[in-house]
């Protein structure tokens, strides 16, 4: 099956949040406070993929404070946080939407997304991911986590199932 036949049906992207919207890197303060980086124009990019239809949910094995205020500015209202068991909770979010595994695209970055990238319609990995996914997932970014990688995403999705260039023509004057 070619990439054009995987993404066609997708209908909701559900993405790891540590290495895919950031870079990885968790910083805590000497008073135990966690900041995150995130990239603005992934975050335009989820927006625009909402906005054509996807729905977008986060699964990550850590809890952050950081983690939810940042769904929340992007309207994305599925969150599971300290997922031990991802593949557990992918099969939540899958029957919560009342989807196939053909309609859902994943997008992981390291060895615990594997089992839920093995399941999914769509599998994706970011340009500096573990390299045991690499042979496993159907696309890979040419960016890096937490810096463009899931806009491109986005890009891609929305370009198969053309709803790219209705997107761009808000911004086209």
């Known amino acids: ?3 054009k036949e995987k993404i066609l049906p997708i209908k909701a992207l559900i993405m790891d ?7 990885g890197r968790i910083i805590i303060d000497s008073n135990g ?6 990239d603005v124009r992934d975050g335009h990019g989820l927006k625009m993929l909402a906005r054509s239809g996807v729905t977008l949910a986060l699964l990550t094995g850590r ?3 950081v983690v939810s205020l940042r769904a929340a500015e992007l309207g994305i209202e599925i969150v599971f946080q300290r997922c031990y068991d991802k593949l557990k909770a992918y099969h939540q979010i899958r029957d919560r939407l009342s989807l ?6 994943y997008i992981g970055d390291d060895v615990v997304d594997i089992p839920v990238l093995r399941q999914v319609g769509f599998a994706a990995t970011v340009a500096d991911a573990d390299p045991e996914l690499v042979p496993i997932v159907d696309w890979q ?6 810096r463009g990688a899931v806009r491109e995403l986005c890009r891609l999705i929305m370009q198969i199932q053309g709803s790219w260039d209705k ?4 911004y086209r004057v």
């Not at 997107?167 to 808000?170: E, F, G, L, P, V």
């Open 1 to 3: 099956m070619d990439l």
């Open 17 to 23: 949040v540590d290495g895919v919207l950031t870079d």
């Open 33 to 38: 406070v966690e900041s995150k980086q995130f």
């Open 63 to 65: 809890r952050s404070p």
């Open 100 to 105: 196939g595994d053909h309609e859902v695209a």
């Open 141 to 146: 970014s040419s960016r890096p986590g937490g």
């Open 167 to 170: 997107a761009m023509a808000r």
